[in-house]
């Protein structure tokens, strides 16, 4: 009767044989094999617990652990290597911190990191939302000077957050919380923050280095993918049609968008420059329309400024734009004018800035300088 019986080597009590469990050259049983051992959670490898390199919920071998994963410095947090942030002070790399740390330690400084990314705050009510990235520079990369322009956008709520940007001289770039165009136009203070930028010497159009860039919710496009997708092929369409009204439209050289904001290529039908850009044509992320995001689609062409008409009259357009791919079908967005889509454009910035650039029904008139 003893032959079918064993001796956990772990809790030291008898069991029958059909319990025990080998692992490490000791007999365990049931229970003591399942609360001392684990399963790598990469490479499902059994290991002592004592040994286990991650945490509770994700146990991981040394191997794995060391290839795959870091700690927070700050909190211990267990990280995935490429979910650890960097301090931008941290040239190579050295200090990992998990996502809440980060923005702790993001929260006492005026000018980001450049991959510091926020959980957004929606402002306003609708499904389209607008994040406006604005470039400025000339004047340094002072946190003395982005304090005094978060305190003004953020007097009340947070609406804005200011990020290094490599591509610039002696700037910085504003970020915007998705906000609904209406909101842009009567709640965020605008013309303030402009008006102080200009104040400490900044430039955007003049500076040469800086871009505009609008993030526009895709979830705007359509109540599910199909028509997400039908809707975005209609813009990309649209920016290739008018490539040449859009070109003057975005005050740059035709080398700079080649650059930053490239074509896609016109097609025969909106569906087919979708799936040439989704192939991995035209300039990836830097292409005039960057779909390379999961939850936006970023128009990418516009040269920055400081010109509060400007800014706005470049939300209406893109809104414009929206609506376009939207409400029509593909036959009327190949069908559709520059003309007859310039007199559906109402909106008295948009209108402005249309007369501005000679594009509004050949009445052009002069306007103020960009800055």
């Not at 049983?29 to 051992?37: K, L, N, R, V």
Request: charged share 25%; aromatic share 10%; net charge negative.
């Amino acid at each position: 009767m003893r032959d079918n019986m064993f001796t956990c080597e772990i809790c030291g009590h008898e069991y029958s044989i059909d319990q025990r469990q080998t692992f490490g050259n000791q007999e365990l049983c049931s229970d003591c094999f399942e609360q001392e051992t684990v399963l790598c959670t990469v490479c499902g490898e059994r290991i002592w617990a004592d040994d286990n390199a991650g945490n509770d919920c994700v146990p991981l071998c040394q191997r794995c652990y060391e290839r795959d994963y870091t700690n927070c410095i700050r909190c211990g947090a267990l990280l995935r290597n490429d979910s650890a942030y960097y301090s931008r002070d941290d040239e190579d790399d050295e200090e990992p911190l998990c996502y809440d740390c980060y923005a702790r330690n993001a929260q006492q400084r005026a000018i980001q990191d450049y991959s510091y990314k926020p959980e957004p705050i929606f402002y306003g009510n609708g499904t389209r939302y607008f994040g406006v990235e604005l470039e400025i520079d000339g004047a340094g990369e002072y946190s003395g000077n982005a304090k005094t322009i978060l305190a003004l956008a953020n007097a009340r709520e947070d609406l804005i957050y200011c990020k290094h940007d490599g591509s610039l001289d002696e700037g910085f770039e504003i970020v915007t919380h998705p906000m609904t165009l209406d909101f842009h136009q009567k709640n965020m203070p605008w013309e303030a923050v402009l008006r102080e930028a200009v104040t400490m010497d900044y430039r955007s159009h003049q500076a040469g280095t800086c871009g505009l860039h609008v993030h526009v919710s895709r979830a705007a496009f359509g109540l599910n993918h199909r028509e997400q997708e039908a809707s975005i092929a209609r813009v990309l369409y649209f920016f290739e049609k008018h490539w040449e009204e859009l070109l003057k439209l975005s005050r740059r050289s035709r080398r700079q968008l080649e650059r930053w904001a490239a074509r896609y290529g016109l097609k025969d039908h909106p569906m087919d420059i979708l799936d040439h850009a989704k192939k991995g044509y035209g300039g990836g992320r830097y292409s005039c329309v960057n779909l390379q995001n999961s939850d936006t689609i970023e128009f990418r062409m516009f040269r920055g400024t400081l010109k509060y008409n400007t800014l706005i009259a470049t939300l209406q357009l893109v809104d414009r734009v929206c609506d376009v791919a939207i409400y029509l079908s593909d036959e009327e967005v190949k069908a559709l004018s520059w003309t007859s889509f310039a007199s559906g454009c109402l909106a008295p910035e948009l209108v402005q800035y249309l007369k501005e650039r000679r594009l509004y029904v050949n009445e052009p008139v002069s306007g103020e300088d960009e800055l």
